[in-house]
């Protein structure tokens, strides 16, 4: 047998979770965001491996003034983002969002750029690089077409 329950297993007698793990003293707390993008982009980003900051002012049509120089993403999935209808509120248009490259990174590099909203319009002040030394994607990439219409 094993009467002391060395094996271990699900602890069905927890009073709460380790309220520790909500908070992340060290911030080390990793998060998936979604960088949403036209075809066009999603392809250079694909062939390079690297998703490059940009300048949201200096992009013409639907160029955001005044705004941060990064990599522009959210943590809302496709599914979510189509579901909420916020993408009109997140400045991206239908051809810009019609593909998603979706990964982890350390929540202290996201930096808001609405300082109420913690998930709609977010960015990353460096290149986001999706491969590893290898050349092959990182396995916590995702990628491919949002299915927003």
């Known amino acids: 047998g094993d009467p002391i329950s060395i094996r271990g297993g699900i602890n069905l007698y927890q009073y709460a979770p380790n309220p520790l793990s909500w908070i992340d003293p060290l911030g080390l707390d990793v998060v998936r965001v ?19 900051t940009k300048d949201p ?22 599914e979510e983002l189509k579901s909420s209808g916020l993408r009109g509120k997140m400045g991206l248009t239908k051809e810009k969002s019609t593909h998603f490259i979706s990964f982890e ?39 491919g077409a949002s299915g927003c219409k």
Do not use: C, F, W
């Not at 960088?35 to 491996?49: L, P, Q, V």
């Not at 992009?59 to 999935?77: N, W």
């Open 105 to 143: 990174i350390d929540s202290s590099k996201v930096k808001r750029v609405d300082r109420q909203n913690g998930y709609l319009r977010l960015y990353i002040e460096e290149d986001i690089v999706l491969r590893d030394v290898n050349n092959k994607l990182r396995g916590d990439v995702k990628h």
């Open 34 to 52: 979604y960088h949403y993008t036209s075809k066009d982009g999603y392809n250079g980003i694909m062939g390079s491996g690297t998703i490059q």
């Open 57 to 78: 002012g200096a992009r013409g049509k639907g160029s955001i003034q005044g705004k941060p120089q990064g990599v522009y993403v959210t943590t809302l999935s496709p």
